[in-house]
């Protein structure tokens, strides 16, 4: 607000004529430069999220809540959401849980940390159906992991490890441990490693030291990492189609809403889905940050530095 | 408590690089010592050898009959003063000082007893539940001192605390440091680059370079006898003369010649060769009726002394600290007493002043 004023002032004494109005009005023009971000918000967020929600209420037949009675009334259709919790969930605990200690092991900067980063980035690169069909290719009855493991006496008959819950389970692992394991390690590389060594000092030993003071601190970390990588997770696709039993196990969704638009051209029906989608998606993020506001929230770093 | 702490053949080697040759250093229970020296002389590897956060690469160290080098940083119970503070940023002051004592599982009354007392030492009582982020540089040192001496440490390690600081609060955390050291009876270890808070703390001073320990002992020691040029850079300023030796009257005592002048002086290493260093502080030079012919050049007045800058005869400058100082322009004679010129030999390499 203080550089607003300033800056009208300013104008106001150079040229008192000219900029009266800028100063009357107590704007700054500057924020004008915000409009093309602002436009493109708009357009391509904002409107269309308005749009998909209107649209939601206006089904082909019936009263304005119809698609949402019949989303809930309709065991393929709800059963979705507990199909997707029952995918993405557990993934999320797991990619992040594991992503934690490794990040913690990997803090120092080391040979071995660059190349785990680097093996795990290239994944990320590759897009979803590319992994897909990689592990498709991998998985199979009759693919290698199956065939060495008969050839090796390991199995009788090969394990079925795709086109069910495992082998979208797999995939979102592939896909979304390095997304989680990326996003702690910058969380923990960024605390100071004086404050473990601190606590060495006073007596705790490495479990003490990561409980006591990298877990707090990496608290508020963990919680972004959890939300993202489960928000990812939960609008799965691609995986679930492709690696998936998208008429069982696997039927997410991210399936309905595909079919509502593009197999029943009922538009205002996947709306309605999406709008479902979004609010499950939000009421898991905002009770995650409900619990990050319990943990401490500031710098990690102990003093000067 | 301890004895004796006892570090042999310390030594710490990164690669290739020695940053630690075979410490040899024995310390008192109840000592201030510090670790003196410029950046890279390894003074911090020693302290971290100590404290365990860094392996040894060989060598012992011993508290009176216990090996303590093989145990990792959290048996050996050290207290350990980092210079960043390294304070918890999530905990209160409190918790920050009880840290120790919960690792120590220390029952919880007599914890809270403790800490009360290590707040009321550091006089930050008011500011107990605040975190570390609330308070100042000087308030986060004095917390950071509390949490390493509550849990009553045989050894305090303390890594340039107070380099963070300005001038005026350093000068006050030095006494701060001292009182708690002496209220104690704790034994410190204090690692520093400044020779003015090293001579103005310690009971004995061991001063490093290149890894290497050049001189250990009581500062005046080390302030009047400097054993070698070094060392003698380090404790101050001093004038610097090229000199040849001309007779050597007996152990330590050296005449060296200079401009056609003969001083008498102390050698304070054995030489063989023609080139000479002779050094000399500039509270050392008096004025007299023969010696040096200088003629005076400048005269800043200090108060209660000058800094008289001459250029003698024989072509080179030196700094006097005189009471008296002689008017800019005219000739004088100085010189310097023989227990006060130290001779050392000409290192081959260009001098550099620290």
């Known amino acids: 607000m203080a550089a607003v004023d300033t800056t009208a002032e300013a104008g106001t004494i150079k040229a008192p004529g000219r900029d009266e109005s800028a100063a009357v009005a107590g704007r700054d023009l500057r924020l004008v430069m915000l409009l093309p971000g602002v436009a493109a918000i708009v357009s391509l967020f904002v409107y269309p999220f308005l749009y998909g929600f209107l649209l939601s209420f206006q089904p082909n037949v019936g009263p304005a809540l119809a698609n949402y009675t ?20 557990p993934i999320t605990v797991f990619n992040v849980g594991l992503a934690v200690p490794f990040a913690f092991m990997l803090r120092r900067p080391s040979s071995g940390q660059r190349f785990l980063s ?17 592990m498709l290719l991998y998985l199979a009855p009759n693919g290698w992991l199956n065939r060495t493991l008969i050839e090796l006496g ?46 060495a000092t006073l007596g705790a030993p490495p479990a003490s030291q990561f409980r006591h003071i990298y877990l707090p601190l990496l608290a508020p970390g963990l919680a972004i990492t959890f939300c993202l990588t489960f928000v990812q997770a939960f ?5 679930a189609v492709l690696l998936g039993a998208p008429a ?3 039927r997410v969704i991210s399936l309905a809403a ?3 638009a593009f197999e029943d051209f009922d538009y205002s029906m996947a709306s309605t889905v999406a709008m479902i989608m979004g609010a499950v998606q939000l009421i898991i993020v905002a009770a995650v940050l409900g619990l990050r506001n319990l943990a401490y929230r500031g710098p990690a770093v102990g003093g000067k530095g | 408590m301890f004895q004796t702490l006892e570090l042999k053949s310390v030594t710490r080697t990164f690669g290739s690089h020695k940053a630690l040759a075979s410490l040899d250093l024995s310390i008192k229970a109840g000592e201030f010592v510090s ?45 350990m003063v980092f210079q960043n503070y390294a304070l918890f940023p999530h905990m209160s002051v409190t918790k920050n000082i009880g840290f120790g004592l919960t690792m120590q599982k220390v029952p919880a009354s007599e914890k809270v007893r403790r800490v009360r007392d290590a707040l009321s030492l550091i006089k930050l009582q008011a500011h107990a539940d605040k975190l570390p982020g609330q308070l100042s540089g000087g308030q986060q040192q004095r917390v950071a001192i509390a949490r390493a001496i509550v849990i009553e440490p045989p050894l305090v390690l303390m890594d340039e605390p107070l380099s963070n600081l300005d001038a005026t609060l350093r000068i006050e955390m030095r006494e701060e440091i001292l009182r708690i050291h002496q209220t104690l009876g704790l034994t410190t270890i204090y690692v520093t680059h400044d020779q003015d808070e090293a001579l103005a703390m310690s009971d004995k001073i061991v001063v490093m370079k290149d890894g290497v320990m050049q001189q250990a002992g009581r500062p005046e020691e080390l302030y009047s006898r400097p054993v070698n040029l070094d060392v003698a850079l380090f404790m101050g300023y001093r004038n610097l003369l090229d000199v040849k030796p001309e007779a050597q009257a007996g152990e330590g005592s050296v005449t060296v010649g200079m401009g056609g002048v003969s001083l008498d002086a102390t050698a304070m290493q054995a030489f063989n060769g023609e080139a000479l260093i002779a050094a000399f502080k500039p509270d050392d030079v008096v004025l007299a009726d023969t010696g040096l012919g200088a003629t005076v050049e400048s005269v800043i007045y200090g108060g209660r002394e000058s800094i008289v800058k001459m250029r003698l005869d024989a072509g080179p400058v030196i700094h006097g600290r005189l009471k008296e100082a002689p008017a800019p322009g005219s000739h004088v004679h100085v010189r310097v007493p023989a227990e006060n010129l130290l001779v050392y030999r000409k290192p081959p390499a260009a001098i550099g002043r620290h």
């Not at chain 2, 060598?59 to 050290?78: A, N, V």
């Open chain 1, 235 to 239: 609008a799965v696709f691609p995986s």
């Open chain 1, 118 to 134: 680097t093996v795990l980035v290239i994944p990320m690169t590759l897009g979803t159906v590319l992994v897909a069909e990689g």
């Open chain 1, 154 to 199: 390991l199995l009788d008959q090969p394990v079925r490890l795709i086109h069910n819950y495992w082998g979208v389970a797999l995939s979102q692992v592939v896909i979304g441990f390095p997304f989680a394991f990326m996003m702690m390690l910058s969380y923990t590389t960024g605390i100071d490693p004086n404050l473990a060594r601190a606590a």
């Open chain 1, 70 to 89: 019949r989303f809930f009334s309709e065991p393929r259709l709800f059963e979705t959401i507990g199909k997707t919790l029952w995918l993405s969930f």
């Open chain 1, 258 to 260: 595909y079919e509502a």
């Open chain 2, 35 to 79: 670790l003196l020296g410029p950046s890279g002389c390894g003074k911090s590897t020693a302290l971290n050898c100590l404290s365990g956060l860094l392996p040894l690469s060989s060598g012992e160290i011993w508290l009176d009959e216990r090996r303590i080098d093989t145990l990792p940083p959290e048996r050996r119970g050290f207290g």
């Open chain 1, 248 to 250: 069982g196990a696997t």
